[in-house]
């Protein structure tokens, strides 16, 4: 009879693979060192090939090609595993009720969570929202883990063979100071803005790609280098004269330029906006909870 891996060993491998350090890992196994190390030998002898090099404790821990392959395939398989065990959640309870691993950019989180929280509360009190707040290559690449088990993104991005839906478009809007914009014609025109005079978050928030694309801005050079980390910094860097940028429609309803002397306009071209998606693992059992969460969340937008 053939022997298989277990879910724990491959469990234990991925665990090292992400902390590369055994007793880190067995810590976040809630085993013991030897228990972990055991389940990674045994694993080893099932495979036929070292997963990583064996040097002395001082060196890094360096996995091999194997092991690369065989921690990429462990975490499909837990995630599917994660997926069955959901399934049988499914059938003791319906539904609506239990821990749900939700996560969400940053652009989204701070102006749509809070209300998520109290509708689901309200509306299905026996249903337990994990929230975490992280880019979207994090997010994805913990969906595809099973470490999470719906994403809230801004859509169009790279999701792959994953399912989502459309639940609502979010508007993009220009902000300017009040004093600039008294010098700048209405409407706005790309080549009336000084050169590096629009202001963006970093590469790592969709939110940049998405503004660019929608609202139509193909000079380069009026882009300033600087990039900021959230959308709290673009506002107040235009506050204080800086330039311009791209603020959400449902960051401006949930206050972000309250108090600020800011004037708000819309961007050169037509129907500047993104789409609001849900996405989710095809192989998870629990769609219909992401459709009744996705009109919970279309709804609030």
Not at 160 to 176: K, Y
């Amino acid at each position: 009879m053939n022997k298989w891996p277990s879910l724990k060993q491959l469990h234990y491998l991925v665990m090292l693979h992400e902390t590369r350090h055994f007793g880190d890992a067995a810590e976040r196994c809630f085993v013991s060192q030897s228990t972990l190390s055991k389940g990674i030998q045994n694993l080893e002898e099932l495979i036929g090939c070292p997963l990583y090099e064996k040097k002395d404790k001082k060196s890094p821990l360096v996995f091999t090609h194997a092991g690369e392959m065989v921690v990429k395939q462990g975490r499909e398989l837990l995630a599917k595993g994660q997926d069955l065990v959901e399934l049988g959640q499914l059938c003791q309870g319906g539904a609506m009720q239990g821990p749900l691993k939700v996560g969400c950019i940053p652009t989204i989180a701070p102006f749509l969570l809070i209300d998520l929280v109290q509708e689901v509360n309200q509306k299905f009190p026996q249903l337990n929202l994990l929230l975490r707040e992280d880019t979207t290559t994090n997010l994805m690449a913990a969906l595809r883990h099973g470490e999470l088990d719906v994403l809230i993104l801004a859509l169009p991005v790279d999701i792959g063979e994953m399912d989502s839906r459309v639940v609502g478009q979010d508007a993009f809007r220009m902000v300017i100071s009040r004093n600039q914009a008294n010098a700048i014609r209405v409407p706005i025109k790309y080549d009336d803005l000084p050169d590096e005079s629009v202001f963006l978050l970093e590469n790592e928030h969709c939110l940049t790609e998405h503004a660019v694309s929608a609202c139509k801005l193909t000079d380069k050079e009026k882009i300033n280098p600087f990039t900021a980390t959230s959308l709290h910094t673009l506002v107040q860097m235009v506050a204080n004269g800086l330039g311009t940028t791209f603020i959400p429609q449902m960051a401006i309803e949930h206050g972000l330029l309250d108090n600020q002397n800011l004037v708000v306009v819309d961007p050169p071209g037509q129907q500047a906006y993104r789409d609001i998606g849900l996405v989710w693992r095809p192989s998870s059992s629990r769609s219909e909870t992401f459709n009744q969460l996705a009109d919970v969340v279309s709804e609030l937008l």
